[in-house]
């Protein structure tokens, strides 16, 4: 395996991986946990998070993205597939994320800085928690397709 595709294919699962713990936390955690806070709490906590959560976590799916795209031009020609594919649910990741999920990130926050609430906080809640459910599998995909590349090429 060349000197420079093991980090880069190491870079890419890990960066993946950090955004998937972070959406299995929420599916298996939060969403419960946010049931049981009211309306104002969840609001005002989600919108917090969505404050420094939408600021940090580019840089990992950044980070994915462009380490899956190099290893898809760099790697053997049996993996490149597995790197488009999980190039492809990465960036079909963040449709769903930029169309699901943003504009209600977008509305928490501004309700939490400005500490008023929203009468549709649990209705939004719920839409939230339906792009989950589009959001993980992608990602699991993504790094299954990368962990088994990674395994192959140095088997």
């Not at 917090?48 to 790697?75: C, E, K, Q, T």
């Not at 339906?130 to 962990?147: D, E, F, N, T």
Request: proline share 4%; hydrophobic share 55%.
């Amino acid at each position: 395996m060349n000197h420079l595709i093991w980090p880069a294919s190491v870079a890419g699962l890990l960066s993946t991986a950090v955004i998937f713990g972070t959406d299995m936390f929420f599916w298996t955690v939060g969403r419960p946990a946010l049931r049981l806070a009211s309306p104002s709490t969840g609001t005002e906590v989600m919108g917090f998070i969505h404050l420094f959560g939408d600021r940090r976590m580019p840089i990992w799916g950044v980070s994915a993205m462009l380490s899956n795209l190099l290893l898809a031009f760099f790697s053997g020609n049996g993996y490149q597939a597995l790197y488009l594919l999980s190039l492809g649910m990465l960036i079909l990741f963040v449709v769903i994320y930029d169309r699901f999920s943003k504009p209600i990130n977008r509305l928490q926050t501004e309700a939490a800085t400005t500490r008023r609430s929203l009468d549709n906080a649990r209705v939004l809640q719920a839409a939230w928690d339906r792009s989950l459910v589009m959001r993980v599998p992608l990602l699991a995909v993504s790094m299954i397709a990368q962990l088994f590349a990674l395994l192959s090429s140095s088997a």
